[in-house]
């Protein structure tokens, strides 16, 4: 059995990243873009097929951020983000675009549910196998939730009637001011809480929970996870970015990292490790829990400064297990599990488009997550296996390849899946969340409204930004409804000739 543990991965990281001294490149662009994930390379290629210079800049020495592939014994192991639902549209227009393709996750077979005592249910259908005045419940709360999220603009929530109302009280309360089913309250908050912004449903708003339902169209796409987890990559998701920095060729920077930023209304200076660039505008594509990795000079007005500081990571252990065969589906079951209580709370079958072997991916999500994080690694994969067995039975303890996402510990991330306010902060600060600083722009998943906290997000956002670039640099009109959804600027045919 093969154990890929975080310590490992991050040790061989760093050692990769240590290169010898090189003199200072300076280079002169049109745009510089900090951080090579989905979204920075996006607007990168936007800008590129508008006829603008660029230059991209990056921490780390891969593309992707927030996605990350690796091979584990002949497995591949999507470490970051991986999914594809229906709705994200803007992501599917670029892999469309770049000639990329999707497969279906497995799906077939019944479902597994565990009860707070501990009980094991197999299910079929849409319902968890709770009673039926639970389920009753639970159909009504999240009928209220679809109710509220048509009267949401993902692009800005803070608009609301009752917006400042609905972000002064938790989530967790909220439910529970309108139900007095503890179990239905816990099951439908696992949804937001455990399953997506990967914090205690205590610790954000009923707003903030109403953003993440909106941005997916509706409240019931979230809880349905044959909608929001439909399709994979072919070549994983992290694979969009290579493809995008393929096009991009020797304008993207690795192991650059930019912590200072001169910058005035005349334009910027992003100093890197061995790379500075002179542009007329710098997009910022990484969370906002990074932005004070930067030393701004002069520093940020203050209203940033603030708002910064209400934007922070989920904590999330994303679980693979890879098993010589997928077990389970001869057992009849799907692979996908449900434990709101739970120490792992989801499991997938994750198996990889065309491998023999069996892949699981679980989810531990944040006060789990901590209490996992206290054990040391033996004990901590020990608990997690038994974790996976109380669902799936004991063929599940013994797999060839066990690893722990972890990207709480990464220097450039710090936790997953990405940023959201704590309470009151939506409304009081979202409003700024999008807005230049001079020639200073923001740009991520973070920031997105519709496909908030995906892929898709990333994208649109990238796309957007870029647009608005556009129009500031050519003094042209902005379009302010422009989506992101399909490019402004062409198509890769364009690019290429």
Same mark, same amino acid.
Request: hydrophobic share 40%; with cysteine; aromatic share 8%.
């Given at each position: 059995?093969?154990?890929?543990?975080?310590?490992?991965?991050?040790?061989?990281?760093?050692?990769?990243?240590?290169?010898?001294?090189?003199?200072?490149?300076?280079?002169?662009?049109?745009?510089?873009?900090?951080?090579?994930?989905?979204?920075?390379?996006?607007?990168?290629?936007?800008?590129?097929?508008?006829?603008?210079?660029?230059?991209?800049?990056?921490?780390? %020495?891969?593309?992707?951020?927030?996605?990350?592939?690796q091979?584990?014994?002949?497995?591949?192991?999507?470490?970051?983000?991986?999914?594809?639902?229906?709705?994200?549209?803007?992501?599917?227009?670029?892999?469309?675009?770049?000639?990329?393709?999707?497969?279906?996750?497995?799906?077939?077979?019944? *479902?597994?549910? @565990?009860?707070?005592?501990?009980?094991?249910?197999?299910? *079929?259908?849409?319902?968890?196998?709770?009673?039926?005045?639970?389920?009753?419940?639970?159909?009504r @709360?999240?009928a209220?939730?679809?109710?509220?999220?048509?009267?949401? !603009?993902?692009?800005?929530?803070?608009?609301?009637?009752?917006?400042?109302?609905l972000?002064?009280?938790?989530?967790?309360?909220?439910?529970?001011?309108?139900s007095?089913?503890?179990?239905?309250? !816990?099951?439908?908050?696992?949804?937001?809480?455990?399953?997506?912004?990967?914090?205690?449903?205590?610790?954000?708003?009923?707003?903030?929970?109403?953003?993440?339902?909106?941005?997916?169209? *509706?409240?019931? !796409?979230?809880?349905?996870?044959?909608?929001?987890? %439909?399709?994979?990559?072919?070549?994983?998701?992290?694979?969009?970015?290579?493809?995008?920095?393929?096009?991009?060729?020797?304008?993207?920077?690795?192991?650059?990292?930019?912590?200072?930023?001169?910058?005035?209304?005349?334009?910027?200076t992003?100093?890197?490790?061995?790379?500075?660039?002179?542009?007329?505008?710098?997009?910022?594509?990484?969370?906002?829990?990074?932005?004070?990795r930067?030393?701004?000079?002069?520093?940020?007005?203050?209203?940033?400064?603030?708002?910064?500081?209400?934007?922070?990571?989920?904590?999330?252990?994303?679980?693979?297990?890879?098993?010589?065969?997928?077990?389970?589906?001869?057992?009849?079951?799907?692979?996908?599990?449900?434990?709101?209580?739970a120490?792992?709370?989801?499991?997938?079958?994750?198996?990889?488009?065309?491998?023999?072997?069996?892949?699981?991916?679980?989810?531990?999500?944040?006060?789990?997550?901590?209490?996992?994080f206290?054990?040391?690694?033996?004990?901590?994969?020990?608990?997690?296996?038994?974790?996976?067995?109380?669902?799936?039975?004991?063929?599940?303890?013994?797999?060839?390849?066990?690893?722990? *996402?972890?990207?709480?510990?990464?220097?450039?991330?710090?936790?997953?899946?990405?940023?959201?306010?704590?309470?009151?902060?939506?409304?009081?600060?979202?409003?700024?969340?999008n807005?230049?600083?001079?020639?200073?722009?923001?740009?991520?998943?973070?920031?997105?409204?519709?496909?908030?906290?995906?892929?898709?997000?990333?994208?649109?956002?990238?796309r957007?930004?870029?647009?608005?670039?556009?129009?500031?640099?050519?003094?042209?009109?902005?379009?302010?409804?422009?989506?992101?959804?399909?490019?402004?600027?062409?198509?890769?045919?364009?690019?290429?000739?």
């Open positions: 059995m093969a154990y890929h543990g975080t310590s490992l991965v991050n040790e061989c990281h760093s050692f990769k990243n240590r290169k010898k001294w090189k003199p200072m490149t300076t280079l002169d662009r049109d745009v510089v873009i900090i951080g090579a994930g989905p979204s920075g390379l996006t607007a990168a290629y936007e800008l590129r097929k508008a006829g603008k210079t660029v230059a991209v800049l990056e921490a780390r %020495d891969r593309v992707g951020g927030r996605t990350w592939t091979d584990m014994d002949g497995a591949t192991i999507e470490i970051g983000g991986q999914w594809i639902s229906p709705d994200q549209t803007g992501l599917y227009s670029l892999i469309e675009e770049l000639g990329i393709e999707t497969f279906e996750r497995h799906k077939e077979g019944a *479902s597994v549910y @565990l009860a707070e005592d501990g009980t094991r249910t197999v299910y *079929s259908g849409e319902d968890f196998p709770v009673g039926e005045s639970t389920v009753a419940e639970m159909n @709360l999240i209220e939730m679809d109710r509220l999220t048509t009267e949401v !603009n993902p692009d800005a929530p803070w608009e609301h009637p009752q917006a400042e109302e972000d002064k009280i938790s989530f967790h309360h909220w439910l529970r001011n309108i007095g089913d503890e179990v239905a309250c !816990n099951n439908v908050g696992l949804f937001i809480a455990g399953g997506m912004l990967t914090k205690p449903a205590h610790t954000f708003s009923a707003l903030q929970a109403l953003l993440m339902s909106s941005s997916a169209g *509706s409240f019931s !796409n979230l809880v349905d996870e044959d909608f929001i987890l %439909d399709r994979r990559i072919v070549g994983t998701m992290q694979g969009v970015s290579i493809a995008l920095a393929e096009r991009l060729g020797e304008d993207v920077f690795l192991n650059n990292p930019v912590l200072k930023l001169d910058w005035s209304d005349a334009g910027v992003a100093h890197g490790a061995d790379v500075s660039v002179n542009a007329k505008k710098v997009i910022v594509a990484v969370p906002p829990n990074l932005y004070s930067i030393s701004y000079n002069p520093p940020l007005p203050r209203r940033q400064h603030v708002t910064h500081q209400h934007q922070s990571m989920g904590l999330v252990i994303k679980v693979h297990a890879v098993y010589e065969t997928p077990f389970w589906r001869e057992e009849g079951l799907s692979g996908t599990c449900f434990g709101p209580s120490i792992v709370q989801e499991v997938y079958d994750n198996t990889y488009h065309g491998e023999s072997t069996g892949t699981l991916v679980g989810f531990i999500s944040d006060t789990q997550a901590d209490a996992m206290a054990l040391d690694e033996a004990a901590r994969k020990e608990a997690i296996l038994k974790g996976i067995a109380g669902f799936l039975g004991d063929k599940a303890l013994d797999p060839e390849v066990f690893y722990l *996402s972890d990207f709480a510990a990464e220097e450039w991330t710090r936790g997953a899946y990405a940023t959201s306010y704590d309470l009151g902060g939506l409304f009081r600060f979202g409003p700024d969340q807005k230049n600083v001079g020639p200073i722009y923001f740009s991520s998943s973070d920031l997105a409204g519709e496909g908030y906290q995906h892929v898709d997000g990333a994208v649109r956002m990238g957007r930004t870029a647009a608005r670039i556009v129009a500031a640099v050519d003094g042209t009109e902005h379009d302010m409804d422009y989506d992101g959804v399909v490019s402004k600027f062409g198509t890769l045919a364009a690019l290429d000739a």
